[in-house]
């Protein structure tokens, strides 16, 4: 039985905390809402618990977690050390959508890192994760709350799609404001290094760092010896159909996109849009972002749209590619990787 509490997303009920918090405690598994996406959770410094997280995604146990903590004090339990960058990256972003990959304490077991020395630490923007994190009084380890390979979860009907009865709570906070996973950003490299790009840009960072690398890995398939993080390496965020990416100047993409819909017609189509094409059926296509292309600010409805896709049966996913830039390059890292790189220039 998987209990389910729906909470007011910005003063969630002290006793459904005080409930989810205790399963936390008890060694159990809680999915709960963030700003990026949904996580599922379990005490991070123990194994055992974390353990199971890996079983109910069905997720590869090298794949490491991100630890989510709700004061900086808890840096200080799970980190090594936390050089001035971390330091300075935390004043700016948290609590926000990024996370830090510092070197480990002891304290943190490797069934949460994936075996590796290094931790992933972030504290998420959301009323929900934070009183949760406060009242279990640990560190909560969670990956994104979706099975293993399907899209990321940005509201609680999609964690009760892939986990109803197979955890233990699953705490209803609305959707995810975001709805696209945190950047990842490595500092025990020489140069800090971007290996996940999400809503924080490598801009942001560099505005604070000065300088930043970004990952080939973040739009490119990798192999597996590039892959500095394990989450890399395997095929994810995939629907159902297959689908395909075109990606170039604005107009001909519309436009090559139009041509391959008509071409499709027999076909069950879903047509994911960041700019309209009015000869596209309403019921075929879903607009995401925040606007135009590039102009993706807040909302990104991607995960979304692609479980919305599969719910309808859609055969074959056309979608619009948009420019690689500022949050975009966080956008077409997650399409190209949904697509399982069946990418067409146009
Ligand atoms: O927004 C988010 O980050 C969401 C919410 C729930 O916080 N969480 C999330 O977790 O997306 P997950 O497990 O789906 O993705 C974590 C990514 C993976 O690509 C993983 O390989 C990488 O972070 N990662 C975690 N620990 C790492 C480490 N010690 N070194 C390098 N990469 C690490
Ligand atoms: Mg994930």
């Not at 074959?316 to 949904?338: D, K, S």
Request: glycine residues 10%; hydrophobic residues 45%; aromatic residues 4%.
């Amino acid at each position: 039985m998987t209990l389910i509490l729906k909470v007011d997303p910005s003063n969630p009920d002290k006793s459904a905390i005080k409930t989810a918090a205790q399963i936390i405690k008890s060694g159990g598994l809680v999915a709960f809402p963030t700003e990026t996406v949904y996580g599922l959770g379990a005490n991070a410094l123990d194994g055992a618990a974390a353990k199971k997280i890996y079983e109910a995604k069905g997720r590869p146990s090298d794949n490491p977690m991100i630890v989510h903590i709700a004061d900086i004090k808890a840096l200080a339990l799970i980190a090594a050390e936390a050089p001035p960058a971390a330091r300075k990256l935390a004043d700016v972003f948290w609590p926000g959508p990024l996370t830090l990959v510092l070197k480990k304490k002891k304290v943190v077991p490797k069934e949460t890192t994936g075996g590796l020395d290094t931790v992933a630490v972030r504290m998420p923007d959301h009323p929900v994760a934070l009183a949760l994190i406060r009242e279990a009084g640990v560190p909560i380890a969670a990956p994104s709350a979706n099975l293993s390979g399907k899209p990321s979860p940005t509201k609680a009907a999609h964690v009760i799609e892939d986990f109803s009865g197979k955890i233990d709570c699953i705490i209803d906070g609305g959707s995810s404001r975001i709805g696209l996973e945190s950047t990842v950003l490595d500092l025990t490299s020489e140069i800090p290094t971007i290996l996940r790009p999400g809503f924080v840009t490598p801009e942001d960072i560099k505005d604070v760092l000065g300088s930043v690398g970004v990952h080939p890995g973040a739009l490119g398939a990798v192999g597996e010896q590039n892959a500095k993080s394990p989450g890399m390496k395997y095929r994810h965020y995939a629907p159902k159909a297959k689908m395909v990416l075109f990606e170039g100047a604005k107009d001909k993409v519309l436009a090559r996109i139009a041509q391959e819909a008509a071409a499709n017609k027999g076909k069950r189509l879903g047509v994911l849009l960041f700019d309209n094409v009015p000869e596209i059926p309403k019921e075929n296509k879903i607009l995401v972002g925040a606007g135009a292309s590039g102009g993706v600010e807040t909302q990104c409805r991607i995960y979304d749209a692609l479980r919305e896709f599969d719910a309808r049966g859609a055969e074959l996913i056309l979608t619009q590619g948009i420019a690689p830039e500022g949050f975009g390059l966080a956008v077409m890292n997650r399409l190209r990787r949904a697509s399982g790189y069946n990418i067409v220039k146009v």
